[in-house]
């Protein structure tokens, strides 16, 4: 499998987008991404507008951009293009993967999450009133333009957010995670995650090995990002944090509180005290959506060294037993 990511400038991104100017050009964008984009694009009647994107990531208005570009004369032959965060690139992918039987798509992830994640892999989704990423598929983008002068105007949130996801990836690359506690510029680590999920995905597209060690931090991270509804990055941190405080890994908690204070992330907003209202059970409850769960059994991914992860079976009722008799989910 080839390597779909391209690293460049805003120009010559514009100018790579200026080739489809006069012809019918297809596309998903967050509204938070509008300034960023040409104005023809702005203005072009193909553009399928996403005003909250994590909320919209629904079955209803998935099938809303069905309809949408089934009337604007979308055809086999069209490449539909994503421009926004990784719930954008994700909404985006399962419309392509599905319209028609499957057109071509490119992602363009204005967010460093998605840079570094969510629009790297092929997995694309909707979620689902049950969880996150419930309907949805494998379907690899033609191309990813990672363009890092996006960046510049970034959200503190979203700084934080990506951060939170990077901090996964130190754990799983020995090279990444010297770059971290080294101080390396943002950019720098973001491109080496990038490329470091790119090659994983290369080697196991559909999930049957070594990427399941992408999982790392989402076990939990996911059911915190739904109970406290905070952004995916930041659940992902927590995530790992509880992970291995629950499960006695010290030396992997040690190396996080590393990596957060080499991030210069705030490490109070990872505490579960941080938050005022926090509800266990919804919490450990919404492990049985775990996408990685084998009937009643979750997998969870551990670190043993750094650049070194492993897959621990636990039954479903022991984990959470486990999370209820740990001190700081109890209210």
Excluded at 271 to 280: A, G, L, R, T, V
Aim: charged content about 25%; some cysteine.
């Amino acid at each position: 499998m080839k390597s779909n990511l391209t690293y460049l400038k805003k120009l010559e991104l514009f100018k790579e987008l200026d080739n489809f100017k006069d012809g019918q050009f297809f596309a998903i964008v967050d509204v938070k991404a509008k300034n960023h984009l040409p104005q023809w694009i702005q203005f072009s009647p193909h553009v399928f507008w996403l005003k909250n994107p994590e909320e919209e990531k629904n079955l209803e208005t998935y099938g809303q951009a069905l309809e949408f570009f089934l009337r604007q004369g979308i055809s086999r032959g069209s490449t539909l293009y994503a421009f926004g965060g990784g719930a954008t690139t994700d909404f985006a992918g399962y419309v392509a993967a599905t319209i028609l039987r499957g057109i071509k798509w490119v992602a363009v992830p204005t967010t460093l999450l998605a840079m570094i994640d969510g629009s790297i892999g092929g997995k694309v989704a909707v979620n689902m009133p049950q969880g996150k990423n419930l309907v949805g598929s494998f379907h690899m983008p033609e191309k990813v333009f990672i363009c890092g002068d996006f960046l510049t105007s970034l959200p503190e949130k979203e700084w934080m957010s990506g951060k939170g996801e990077v901090l996964k990836y130190g754990f799983l690359s020995e090279e990444i995670h010297k770059l971290i506690v080294s101080k390396t510029s943002i950019e720098d680590i973001a491109m080496a995650c990038a490329n470091f999920k790119n090659i994983v995905v290369e080697r196991d597209f559909k999930e049957n090995g070594e990427r399941i060690y992408l999982n790392l931090g989402h076990t939990l991270g996911h059911a915190f990002e739904y109970t406290l509804k905070i952004p995916h990055g930041h659940a992902v941190a927590m995530g790992l944090k509880y992970m291995f405080k629950i499960m006695g890994l010290h030396e992997a908690h040690s190396q996080w509180e590393v990596m957060v204070k080499a991030l210069a992330l705030p490490a109070e907003k990872f505490e579960i005290s941080y938050f005022s209202k926090f509800d266990i059970n919804t919490f450990s409850d919404y492990l049985e959506q775990d996408k990685k769960k084998l009937d009643s059994r979750l997998r969870l991914v551990l670190v043993k060294n750094i650049g070194i992860c492993y897959v621990e079976e636990v039954a479903l009722k022991d984990f959470k037993a486990k999370i209820h008799a740990y001190g700081e989910f109890k209210s």
